[in-house]
């Protein structure tokens, strides 16, 4: 018998697997609704034109695509990332700004290995994406987490903090890690001025941050915030984007953009030791899926989709939740979440096998916690369920917190 514990290094022994993987095996049961995963609705999968261009681009360009190719990515993708990267804004980028990945969630994995010692500090918002914090914990980091508010992510406390350590002399974190586009989990987008503040904290402590922004092109209410890659004039920011919420995910494509070349050309080293190349197959189909203009009719019908989503889902719990103080929930511009804070004397953790029994379920808010709080704290995905599910999901949610409150 292999003794796996003295033979596992330290870092597979920190990693557990996610709280979210061992609920979702709960809700697999026929009957239940599921406002838990993450997921685009499958019914907006263009399957038609991936049918077409997969056929087109095989006899065009087979051989390419069958072959390994360039670490940084297909010239031809790149080519169209930096077209849509100039239509959000005038950004001076050129190929050797933009890292192709296997989607953001190794974007995320990338950058742990690219800056994280054993028991170095990040920042990250409380809460913060669930992923992002198992990317991170398999380098072993220890995390300062900020609180947010209505605006995101709360800048002076965040400030505070960093002078206290400065004030003992203490090492200072390695970047922080923010989601400043319809959050996952709260649904929350950071204003303007708190993205400034966040610029002007990092450039002050001399800090990068990692801007992960997968849900940005989904946006049904209120005004574009720029970016704060498009705000930072140093070099101090790496931004990362994914075809997973616009497109499809099944591609597993996304990209790292930064104005610092050096920390792109240091993350191609990461990417080549850790899969030589994002797929030349994938890249090509969703090169010509842009070229073609069918991404910007996809968001286009998406964004319509989904905003329509939500709003049922905010109407159903207008009518249906209980009126009880302590009881209350984000309403998000975009994106695919939204947030449910509980009175605080009640939790979901306690309430999921309750939920489950009453055949809806949720993701609890304490997994995206990285001190271990937020037990009153659930999310809820509008993007994936039918608008008769959402009504009947919420009937059953609003039941269960009333039935235990
Ligand atoms: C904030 C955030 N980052 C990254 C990811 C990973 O996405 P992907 O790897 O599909 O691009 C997700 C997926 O849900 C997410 O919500």
């Known amino acids: 018998m292999l003794d796996l514990e003295n033979i596992f290094s330290d870092s597979a022994k920190a990693m557990k697997a996610s709280v979210i993987r061992e609920l979702l095996k709960l809700i697999r049961e026929p009957g239940i609704i599921s406002f838990a995963g993450g997921l685009p609705a499958p019914e907006t999968f263009p399957t038609e034109k991936i049918k077409e261009i997969t056929s087109s681009i095989i006899e065009r360009e087979g051989a390419f695509m069958m072959q390994y190719g360039p670490t940084e990515g297909d010239p031809n993708l790149k080519a169209?990332?930096?077209?849509?990267?100039?239509?959000?804004?005038?950004?001076?980028?050129?190929?050797?700004?933009?890292?192709?990945?296997?989607?953001?969630?190794?974007?995320?994995?990338?950058?742990?290995?690219?800056f994280v010692n054993s028991g170095d500090t990040i920042v990250v918002g409380v809460p913060t994406y669930l992923g992002a914090l198992q990317s991170f914990s398999a380098y072993k980091a220890n995390y300062?987490?900020?609180?947010?508010?209505?605006?995101g992510l709360i800048t002076s406390d965040?400030?505070?903090?960093?002078?206290?350590?400065?004030?003992?002399?203490?090492?200072?974190?390695?970047?922080?890690?923010?989601?400043?586009?319809?959050?996952?989990?709260?649904?929350?987008t950071m204003s303007l001025n708190r993205r400034n503040?966040?610029?002007?904290?990092?450039?002050?402590?001399?800090?990068?941050?990692?801007?992960?922004?997968?849900?940005?092109?989904?946006?049904?209410?209120?005004?574009?915030?720029?970016?704060?890659?498009?705000?930072?004039?140093?070099?101090?920011?790496?931004?990362?984007?994914?075809?997973?919420k616009t497109m499809l995910p099944g591609l597993r494509l996304g990209w790292l953009v930064s104005q610092n070349k050096e920390i792109i050309q240091k993350l191609t080293?990461?990417?080549?030791?850790?899969?030589?190349?994002?797929?030349?197959?994938?890249?090509?189909?969703?090169?010509?899926?842009?070229?073609?203009?069918?991404?910007?009719?996809?968001?286009?019908?998406?964004?319509?989709?989904?905003?329509?989503?939500?709003?049922?889902?905010?109407?159903?719990?207008?009518?249906?939740?209980?009126?009880?103080?302590?009881?209350?929930?984000?309403?998000?511009?975009?994106?695919?979440?939204?947030?449910?804070?509980l009175p605080d004397h009640m939790s979901a953790d306690d309430l999921f096998p309750k939920a489950v029994k009453e055949k809806v379920a949720y993701v609890i808010g304490s997994a995206f916690h990285?001190?271990?709080?937020?037990?009153?704290?659930?999310?809820?995905?509008?993007?994936?369920?039918?608008?008769?599910?959402i009504d009947?999901?919420?009937?059953?949610l609003a039941k269960v917190i009333k039935d235990n409150a």
Request: hydrophobic share 35%; net charge neutral.
């Open 80 to 114: 169209q990332i930096l077209k849509l990267m100039k239509n959000e804004d005038d950004y001076p980028f050129d190929n050797e700004n933009v890292l192709v990945t296997t989607a953001s969630q190794q974007g995320l994995d990338m950058t742990g290995k690219l």
């Open 144 to 151: 300062m987490g900020i609180d947010l508010d209505e605006e």
């Open 158 to 188: 965040l400030e505070e903090k960093l002078e206290a350590i400065k004030k003992r002399n203490e090492k200072m974190p390695k970047f922080i890690y923010v989601i400043p586009d319809f959050q996952n989990p709260t649904g929350i």
């Open 197 to 244: 503040e966040l610029l002007r904290i990092a450039y002050k402590f001399g800090i990068p941050i990692l801007e992960d922004s997968p849900y940005r092109a989904l946006r049904y209410s209120g005004e574009s915030i720029p970016t704060i890659l498009s705000l930072d004039k140093k070099g101090y920011v790496i931004s990362m984007y994914t075809f997973s």
């Open 269 to 341: 080293i990461i990417k080549q030791g850790t899969d030589l190349c994002t797929p030349p197959f994938t890249q090509a189909i969703a090169a010509e899926f842009v070229k073609l203009g069918h991404l910007e009719t996809q968001i286009t019908n998406n964004v319509a989709y989904y905003k329509q989503k939500l709003k049922f889902m905010l109407n159903a719990l207008e009518k249906e939740m209980p009126k009880i103080d302590g009881l209350s929930w984000t309403k998000p511009e975009g994106g695919m979440f939204l947030w449910v804070k």
């Open 370 to 389: 990285c001190n271990g709080k937020g037990q009153n704290t659930l999310r809820v995905n509008f993007s994936y369920s039918t608008i008769e599910d």
């Open 392 to 396: 009947l999901g919420i009937k059953r």
